[in-house]
């Protein structure tokens, strides 16, 4: 099956710093989606993006699916942004199955 | 719009015993998929349904685990005997197609078995 990576695997910041988070994929995919895992559990989707790029307030997200890699920055970073964040990808070879899986996650911690 | 809904949210078991978990999902939303998320590891799918037909579920351990979505709307999974390795959250999550979607999970039931 297909061969999610992420990095770095955990991340400390101070609050306002930026970061980048990557997603690296061993398949071509067709469905790739970014979710923040907040400290209470709740898995909340960032973004849905396959390919291209979008933004959303201080959250952005780039996936260049030729060459296999995903982008997620976060910008000014809040308390509020600490938890886990996941890359999940569907790969297209995968016939039927079109199962999300997930990568191992990126644990940020923001201090304050 | 109501998202997601599962319950109970915790549950407390002896090995050997059953539990079963109910979700409700998004209004519309045609698939559902359960996933089981042990601690420190991303979630990892069981099945799903498209519809009231299982579409997938190669990763369910079918000796123990069963599911099933009743008019195409609830869910409910089953795990009959438990063992110590079922402790884990499980996910229930929902997409208005299949496949190449996005997916909106619910809180999530965290299993302890003892």
């Known amino acids: 099956g297909i061969q999610v990576e992420q990095s770095p695997p955990d991340l400390i910041l101070q609050e306002g710093a930026n970061s980048t988070l990557r997603c690296n994929f061993s398949?071509?995919?067709?469905?790739l989606q970014w979710f923040h895992q907040n400290p209470w559990g709740q898995l909340i989707n960032l973004f849905y993006?396959?390919?291209g790029t979008k933004q959303n307030g201080r959250l952005s997200a780039t996936t260049v699916a030729t060459e296999r890699y995903s982008l997620l920055y976060i910008s000014s970073s809040q308390t509020t942004d600490s938890g886990v964040y996941f890359c999940?990808?569907?790969?297209?070879?995968?016939?039927?199955?079109?199962?999300?899986?997930f990568g191992s996650g990126t644990q940020l911690t923001v201090l304050p | 719009e109501a998202g997601v809904a599962q319950s109970p949210r915790y549950k407390i078991i002896e090995k050997r015993q059953s539990v079963a978990f109910w979700c409700n999902p998004i209004?519309?939303?045609?698939?559902l998929y359960w996933y089981q998320q042990i601690l420190g590891q991303g979630p990892k799918l069981l099945i799903q349904?498209?519809?009231?037909?299982?579409?997938?579920d190669s990763q369910l351990p079918k000796d123990r685990f069963s599911a099933e979505r009743l008019k195409g709307v609830d869910s409910t999974l089953k795990i009959q005997p438990a063992k110590l390795e079922d402790s884990a959250v499980y996910l229930c999550?929902?997409?208005?197609?299949?496949?190449?979607?996005?997916?909106?999970f619910g809180p999530g039931t965290r299993l302890t078995v003892l």
């Open positions: 999550a929902s997409s208005y197609r299949w496949g190449a979607d996005t997916q909106y």
């Open positions: 398949d071509s995919v067709n469905n």
């Open positions: 993006i396959p390919s």
């Open positions: 999940a990808v569907a790969s297209i070879s995968s016939g039927s199955a079109r199962q999300l899986t």
């Open positions: 209004s519309g939303h045609a698939t």
């Open positions: 349904f498209q519809n009231n037909g299982v579409v997938d």
